[in-house]
């Protein structure tokens, strides 16, 4: 009898069959909007269910499909694949653009992170406007990282998951090479930090304007 009653409450802490918890899983990305880690999942599903292996069968079962389970930093998502992306192109009206300096200041912080806006500045030759960091990290593609350790203890930028989800990327060292960034003309060729601005630039005096937003562009 006592073994009988060992083995009936060992069985209620018996995790579900791995198929059970694969269709869990699937629910869970299915209803969340944003990425979710595996120790979010595992703390949503039932005692002994093993959320990374489950992650590894469903991903699997979902390749070649026109929905995918892709990887986010730390999360998982459910996304349209990327080769259908041209299908959604008709419900999405774009109706401002990044401006040339937030692409590079984006850039720049995504292949340097964490990197201070000091940094930022002797990388562009060119001052950052206040504008626009603010506005980056109001669209929540840039956050600040930890402060380093020079004199002064300045305050570091890094990508967010955000960004990486809204480019598709997993994490930072799949975004492209610097030259092919400069080949589709989204980094231009900088004189090299102190050289004077050539006159009439523009884009440099544009920059310096106090408060002036320039993020997006008519």
Same mark, same amino acid.
């Given at each position: *009898?006592?073994?009988?009653?060992?083995?009936? +409450?060992?069985?209620?802490? +018996?995790?579900?069959?791995?198929?059970?918890?694969?269709?869990? %899983?699937?629910?869970?990305? #299915?209803?969340?909007?944003?990425?979710?880690? @595996?120790?979010?999942?595992?703390?949503?599903?039932?005692?002994?269910?093993?959320?990374? +292996?489950?992650?590894?069968?469903?991903?699997?079962?979902?390749?070649?499909?026109?929905?995918?389970?892709?990887?986010?930093?730390?999360?998982?998502?459910?996304?349209?694949?990327?080769?259908?992306?041209?299908? *959604?192109?008709?419900?999405?009206?774009?109706?401002?653009?990044?401006?040339?300096?937030? %692409?590079?200041?984006?850039? %720049?912080?995504?292949?340097?992170?964490?990197?201070?806006?000091?940094?930022?500045?002797? %990388?562009?030759?060119?001052?950052?406007?206040?504008?626009?960091?603010?506005?980056?990290?109001?669209?929540?593609?840039?956050?600040?990282?930890?402060?380093? *350790?020079?004199?002064?203890?300045?305050?570091? #930028?890094?990508?967010?998951?955000?960004? @990486?989800?809204? #480019?598709?990327?997993?994490?930072?060292?799949?975004?492209?090479?610097?030259?092919?960034?400069?080949?589709?003309?989204?980094?231009?060729?900088?004189?090299?930090?102190?050289?004077?601005?050539?006159?009439?630039?523009?884009?440099?005096?544009?920059?310096?304007?106090?408060?002036?937003?320039?993020?997006?562009?008519?």
């Amino acid at each position: *009898m006592a073994d009988d009653t060992q083995d009936k +409450e060992q069985s209620l802490f +018996e995790a579900p069959p791995m198929a059970e918890q694969e269709r869990m %899983i699937e629910a869970v990305l #299915f209803a969340t909007s944003e990425p979710i880690t @595996l120790r979010e999942l595992e703390s949503r599903l039932p005692h002994g269910c093993d959320a990374g +292996e489950a992650m590894v069968h469903l991903r699997r079962r979902y390749e070649g499909r026109g929905v995918q389970v892709v990887k986010v930093g730390d999360g998982y998502a459910m996304r349209t694949a990327a080769d259908l992306g041209f299908l *959604m192109q008709k419900e999405t009206v774009e109706t401002r653009k990044l401006s040339r300096a937030a %692409i590079e200041t984006l850039a %720049i912080i995504a292949y340097h992170q964490p990197v201070t806006r000091a940094e930022i500045e002797e %990388i562009r030759g060119v001052s950052v406007s206040r504008g626009t960091v603010d506005q980056l990290l109001e669209l929540e593609w840039i956050r600040f990282g930890r402060r380093k *350790m020079t004199p002064g203890r300045p305050v570091t #930028f890094v990508v967010t998951d955000g960004f @990486l989800d809204h #480019f598709g990327l997993e994490n930072a060292r799949d975004l492209p090479g610097l030259k092919e960034l400069r080949a589709a003309g989204l980094l231009e060729n900088r004189p090299p930090p102190g050289a004077l601005p050539l006159a009439g630039d523009g884009e440099d005096e544009e920059e310096t304007t106090e408060g002036q937003s320039e993020l997006f562009e008519d």
